[in-house]
């Protein structure tokens, strides 16, 4: 399978806590995006990577957010102190460059209770 | 504020029938439009893109119009088939701004099509 991949598919947290995903990109693709899909909602951008450089961030991405790609493959997402209004579909693309096509990884799925 | 709609909802169509879903947007200096596929618990699967520079494009049983004066643009799926039934998203980007490469999603549609 060479598509964008997600780990974990779901998580379950309790509020206060912190929570990690990870994103493998399709491989050779130097865009990395993380969106996050809400009830009833389209994803909404929360921020991207060429390689290992954040580029641009959404106003959504608070400061309990962290995105990082440190070698420019795999990006991790880290939620601080989880709040119930982070629970949503946390959804990760890649891209082979910019405004080419944008293709999705399965999400992760966060619950917090 | 919204900048991409789809306010159809929900569209329901008859299997070998046309299905046509609506997307109109706001900003002007968006220049690419792509249609997405979603089913539930997957992400989102691309389907047809269109540049600003056409108004029309095809790929198989999908075809993406775009009326740019309107700030329109419509999927068209001949013939249905069951397994099309999923949420559809139209999603836009601007690509004067280097660096923007973000996309701007509707809220969806989603599309039924009975046997």
């Known amino acids: 399978d060479t598509g964008v991949s997600q780990d974990p598919r779901h998580k379950i947290t309790k509020r206060g806590q912190n929570v990690t995903f990870r994103c493998d990109p399709i491989?050779?693709?130097?865009?990395l995006y993380w969106y996050r899909q809400t009830l009833g909602q389209g994803p909404e951008f929360l921020t991207y990577?060429?390689?290992?450089?954040?580029?641009?961030k959404s106003r959504l991405l608070s400061d309990r957010f962290s995105a990082e790609r440190p070698k420019g493959s795999f990006s991790t997402l880290e939620i601080q102190r989880t709040e119930q209004g982070d629970s949503a579909m946390y959804l990760c693309?890649?891209?082979?460059?910019?405004?080419?096509?944008?293709?999705f990884g399965p999400g992760t799925r966060l619950l917090v209770l | 504020d919204q900048q991409v709609k789809q306010n159809s909802p929900s569209l329901s169509v008859q299997e070998g029938r046309i299905s046509i879903l609506n997307c109109d947007y706001t900003?002007?200096?968006?220049?690419?439009f792509l249609w997405y596929k979603k089913y539930p618990a997957e992400g989102p699967t691309f389907l047809i893109s269109?540049?600003?520079?056409?108004d029309k494009n095809e790929d198989g049983r999908f075809t993406v119009f775009l009326n740019k004066s309107a700030k329109h643009l419509s999927l068209h799926i001949v013939p249905s088939q069951p397994g099309d039934s999923a949420v559809y998203f139209c999603a836009a980007s601007g690509t004067y701004n280097f660096g923007n490469e973000k996309l701007t999603f509707g809220t969806g549609t989603r599309l039924t099509i009975i046997p």
């Open positions: 900003n002007s200096m968006f220049d690419y």
């Open positions: 990577f060429q390689n290992e450089a954040q580029l641009e």
């Open positions: 693309a890649s891209s082979p460059g910019a405004f080419a096509t944008q293709y």
């Open positions: 491989s050779e693709h130097n865009r």
């Open positions: 269109i540049s600003s520079i056409k």
